[in-house]
């Protein structure tokens, strides 16, 4: 990626800003997953959207001062040839510069450099409360410049919150991110693809996970965006369903929840499918009605719409369905007024999609829902969820159906990100008709 796209991003945000004002954003720490062993290292989001900097521990300092004149530095670790051996290579102040297009200096440099960047400034924004070391650092460096008036000292007066803004310009996708998000959607649904081509009564729910995960990492997106969903049967009706140990029984459904995560952004995608490669009359009812529901609401994302026009599209085809299979009782537009299909919709409708899964960015503005501009990227996913002793017959009990697609807002409508994954229920049973046995 251009290191111009980072800086124009520093430059948009250092605009926004008055003057007298400092702004700090923190590397992610690695984290100890047991004994001397740590997790695979994702960076902080707003760390990579700002500076595409890879590294543990690194900071990021901007300032704007008075004239209106502004300053970049990013620190961090230090070439350490012994370090390096053993736990992998490091770019160092010199090579960072270089690579990434601003000033870098050593981290043990960070404390001088806190204290040059906010003293004199009325403004500090960072992420408050979110980072326990960072509230340490700003708490240090505000101490002493409150310590040492006499010195000509001046700390900040204004601590503000800097992920509102960087939330905003997150939420509108440029080009290169709306690119990545294409790749990053088509790997995913090529996976679910396989998941689905591979399926056989008998497997364990881990093993369509391997394939999922197999799929990706052969495409270059070595971790997934989220822990993937593999929930045969009842398990379908726990929406965070993660054990994925279960074995696949012939006759129920599979829902699968599963995106992979490529140069930091996510992909979202949901499938039910049969485990046996038929749907059941019941099991096709249902699932019907969600589908329809998800197009219903698909078909409302466009430039001045919102969420409220695509969660009442879901809800007018959900409640109807549920009403003429007998499983809600009543009048229709009763039944809408009192969100009744809500017991067995039991979640939203769908969430803001980039460098984080649930991604940033506010979804109402004076207390309304915003509306969609182009450059969004928001998944659908509408869902029915039918646990055993629900108040409706019996045949319908243990049906859990989910699907989800990833949209991106253009100018006249929206891309579906993930639609080469089939959903309609004809072409499921098809690709699965078709597809070559596999050996639990």
């Not at 800003?17 to 954003?25: G, I, Q, Y």
């Not at 901007?62 to 230090?78: F, H, I, N, Q, V």
């Not at 601590?159 to 088509?186: F, N, T, W, Y």
């Amino acid at each position: 990626m251009s290191t111009d796209i980072f800086a124009n991003r520093r430059a948009q945000l250092l605009a926004q800003l008055p003057d007298h004002a400092t702004v700090l954003v923190a590397a992610n720490h690695e984290v100890l997953r047991s004994r001397d062993t740590d997790y695979p290292f994702r960076q902080h989001s707003d760390f990579w959207y700002l500076t595409g900097f890879p590294e543990p521990e690194a900071w990021l300092i901007l300032e704007k001062r008075a004239d209106g004149s502004t300053k970049e530095l990013l620190l961090c670790r230090d070439k350490d040839p012994v370090a390096e051996v053993w736990q992998g290579r490091r770019f160092g102040p010199d090579k960072a510069c270089q690579v990434f297009g601003l000033p870098a200096a050593s981290l043990t440099e960070l404390d001088d450099a806190l204290h040059h960047a906010c003293n004199g400034q009325t403004h500090l924004y960072y992420a408050l409360g979110e980072q326990a070391f960072v509230e340490s650092q700003v708490q240090q460096v505000l101490a002493n410049l409150r310590a040492a008036p006499k010195k000509g000292f001046v700390a900040p007066t204004r601590l503000c919150d800097l992920r509102p803004l960087l939330g905003e310009m997150r939420l509108i996708k440029d080009a290169h991110e709306q690119s990545v998000m294409a790749r990053a959607g088509k790997i995913s649904a090529e996976a679910h693809l396989s998941a689905m081509q591979q399926c056989r009564p008998g497997m364990f729910e881990y093993q369509l996970e391997a394939i999922i995960l197999q799929h990706f990492a052969m495409q270059g997106a070595r971790y997934p965006a989220y822990n993937t969903i593999v929930g045969g049967g009842e398990n379908g009706c726990i929406l965070h369903y993660t054990d994925n140990q279960d074995r696949l029984r012939a006759g129920d459904l599979v829902l699968i929840d599963a995106g992979c995560e490529l140069e930091g952004y996510a992909a979202d995608i949901t499938r039910t499918f049969p485990v046996s490669g038929k749907f059941s009359a019941e099991q096709a009812a249902i699932y019907q009605v969600v589908l329809n529901a998800q197009y219903a609401a698909c078909a409302v994302v466009k430039p001045g719409n919102s969420s409220k026009d695509t969660l009442a599209a879901a809800m007018l085809e959900l409640t109807k369905g549920l009403l003429e299979l007998g499983i809600l009782d009543g009048e229709l537009p009763e039944l809408i007024e009192q969100q009744a299909a809500k017991q067995y919709f039991i979640h939203g409708l769908g969430h803001w999609l980039g460098l984080d899964v649930h991604d940033v960015g506010a979804y109402k503005l004076d207390g309304c829902e915003r509306p969609f501009v182009e450059g969004m990227v928001l998944t659908i996913e509408p869902g029915l969820y039918i646990p055993a002793g629900s108040p409706c017959a019996e045949k319908w009990w243990d049906i859990a159906v989910r699907i989800e697609d990833d949209l991106l807002v253009i100018k006249d409508g929206n891309l579906n990100l993930t639609d080469t994954v089939p959903k309609e229920i004809a072409a499921i049973e098809a690709l699965m008709a078709q597809a070559a046995p596999v050996t639990p």
